[in-house]
């Protein structure tokens, strides 16, 4: 990248300090992704100053979000559902090193990339997972076994509370990344979120610096265990949200 000390100021304003390793990582990163986008369609989001503000700053709000609490040494799981090219998981480990990443899609050859960034990057306790987030909300190996869910997928937040709530343990945080004009869109998912074990705990909206974008960040606490018929298969999260 030709624009790293943009970069690592933008991240200062954000708190985040960034090493000569990570720096190293995020350049890596943004070469394999700019290279394997000419072959397959992982972004339509390509020049630089964009990929640094809407992927790895943006993936890196989360910071600003009191309820994320990184601690060195503290055994802190995450899954980031709907992953895509890797945001906001792969930012989040670069940044997070210590905590423990998965990675979920539904497509094989996004997988296939994610794998070789891993092998690339030599990031450790990171693991990918080819699959549906409906299927393996009901696996006992995934179900409720994460501190914290992440999302920036694009389904609707009730579709998206059935997909990701189901993966968060007790007392632990399903944070949703969504754009600001989405007032309808969570008020229609308390519902949902409810149903699921949730609750809204905070709803913040934060500026990428030196942009005029906002990321709203819609932090839903779990309460109490999701009910065993949640989520639903056969793409009814999606057909017929609750």
């Known amino acids: 990248m030709e624009n790293l000390e943009y970069f690592c100021d933008e991240l200062k304003k954000i708190n985040i300090n960034i090493s000569e390793k990570q720096i190293e990582q995020f350049n890596m990163y943004y070469d394999m992704l700019i290279e394997w986008n000419k072959v397959m369609n992982l972004t339509a989001i390509v020049e630089e100053m964009d990929v640094i503000n809407k992927h790895f700053v943006d993936s890196l709000l989360i910071n600003c979000i009191k309820q994320f609490e990184y ?11 709907g992953t895509g090219a890797g945001f906001p998981g792969i930012p989040i480990k670069i940044i997070y090193p210590e905590v423990k990443v998965t990675l979920l ?19 450790s306790d990171i693991e990918t997972i080819h699959g549906r987030a409906e299927e393996l909300g009901r696996n006992a190996k995934y179900r409720e076994q994460y501190d914290y869910v992440v999302s920036r997928a694009v389904s609707n937040l009730s579709t998206l509370s059935e997909y990701c709530i189901p993966f968060v343990k007790k007392e632990g945080y399903f944070i949703s990344y969504k754009a600001q004009n989405s007032d309808d869109e969570v008020k229609n998912a308390n519902n949902a979120i409810e149903k699921l074990g949730g609750k809204v705990f905070d709803d913040k909206i934060v500026t990428i610096p030196s942009t005029d974008i906002d990321r709203r960040f819609v932090v839903i606490k779990k309460v109490k265990v999701t009910d065993k018929k949640y989520p639903r298969g056969q793409g009814k999260p999606v057909k017929n949200p609750l």
């Open 105 to 123: 899609d539904s497509l094989n050859k996004r997988i296939n990339f994610l794998n070789e960034v891993i092998n690339k990057l030599d990031l």
């Open 71 to 81: 601690e060195e040494n503290k055994d802190i799981k995450l899954i980031d559902i």
